[in-house]
C-alpha cells in the first residue's frame, strides 16, 4: 500500500457527461500529479499541485480541470467525455524537496466511457 | 522531443535472469526509473539512478546507465513467477516536473 488513495476505483459513465475523481495524498506529502494512462498513448503526465497551487501542466485537455484542496486531497474533473477519455487515472504524491525520486502512485480510477 | 523506447515483451524462466532495456532521449535527464505494474495494481517505484552513476545494484535488481548511448537496463537475478508484471522505464522531463514513461516491457516468467 503506497498510502495514495484514489476513489472511486471504477468509474462507468457515459459520454457527455462529467466525472470527478478523487485522489488523497500520503501524509505529509503536498505534491500531487496525475497521469492517464491509455492503451494508445500509454502513461502521460496531465497536471502537478504544489500545496494547493498549480505547479506544472502536460498533455491536459482543456475539458478537463484539476485543484488541490487546503486539507491537500486533490480533485480531477472530466468533462464533455469522450470514449477516448476511457482510461486508468493515477494519482501521485511526494514530499516537498523530493519531487519524483520518491513519488507514490496510487492504485488508479478506471474510467471506461461508453 | 522528450522519448523513451522499450521493447514491448520478455519471456523468462523462473530462475533465469531478466534484462529489460531501454532507451531515452534526454540527455540532460539527471535521474532515470524503473516502474513496476502488476494487474490491478498502481504503478511501484522499484529503482532509479540518478545520472552520474553508470550502475546501481538493490538485492536482486541491478540498474546500468550508458549516457554515452542514452541506454538505461534493469536486471532482475534468479526472476520469480511473482515478478511478472510490466516494467516502465522513465525519465524526468528537462523541466523536472514529470515523469516521462515508456510503453513498458511486459515480463511473463514460466515456471
Known amino acids: 500500500d503506497s498510502g495514495v488513495t484514489q476513489t472511486p476505483k471504477h468509474l462507468i459513465t457515459a459520454t457527455g457527461q462529467r466525472v470527478t475523481l478523487r485522489c488523497s495524498p500520503r501524509?505529509?506529502?503536498?505534491?500531487v500529479y496525475w497521469y492517464q494512462q491509455s492503451l494508445d498513448q500509454g502513461l502521460q503526465f496531465l497536471i502537478q499541485?504544489?500545496?494547493?497551487?498549480?505547479?506544472a501542466k502536460g498533455n491536459i485537455l482543456e475539458r478537463f480541470s484539476a485543484q488541490q484542496f487546503p486539507d491537500l486531497h486533490s480533485e480531477l474533473n472530466l468533462s464533455s467525455l469522450e470514449l477516448g477519455d476511457s482510461a486508468l487515472y493515477f494519482c501521485?504524491?511526494?514530499?516537498?524537496?523530493?519531487?519524483?525520486?520518491?513519488?507514490?502512485f496510487g492504485q488508479g480510477t478506471r474510467l471506461t466511457v461508453v | 522531443g522528450e522519448d523513451v523506447e522499450q521493447s514491448l515483451f520478455l519471456s523468462v524462466r523462473e530462475g533465469d535472469s531478466s534484462v529489460i532495456n531501454c532507451t531515452y532521449t534526454?540527455?540532460?535527464?539527471?535521474?532515470l526509473y524503473w516502474y513496476k505494474q502488476e494487474p490491478g495494481a498502481g504503478l511501484q517505484l522499484l529503482t532509479y539512478?540518478?545520472?552520474?552513476?553508470d550502475m546501481k545494484q538493490d538485492q536482486r535488481l541491478t540498474v546500468l546507465l550508458n549516457k554515452k548511448d542514452k541506454h538505461l537496463s534493469l536486471r532482475i537475478a534468479d526472476t520469480q513467477t511473482g515478478d511478472s508484471a510490466i516494467y516502465f522505464c522513465?525519465?524526468?522531463?528537462?523541466?523536472?516536473?514529470?515523469?516521462?514513461f515508456g510503453k513498458g516491457t511486459t515480463l511473463s516468467v514460466s515456471s
Open positions: 501521485a504524491s511526494s514530499a516537498p524537496g523530493t519531487g519524483h525520486t520518491e513519488a507514490f
Open positions: 501524509s505529509g506529502d503536498l505534491s
Open positions: 499541485y504544489y500545496n494547493g497551487e498549480e505547479r
Open positions: 534526454d540527455s540532460s535527464s539527471t535521474y
Open positions: 522513465a525519465e524526468i522531463n528537462q523541466a523536472g516536473t514529470a515523469l516521462i
Open positions: 539512478i540518478f545520472s552520474n552513476m
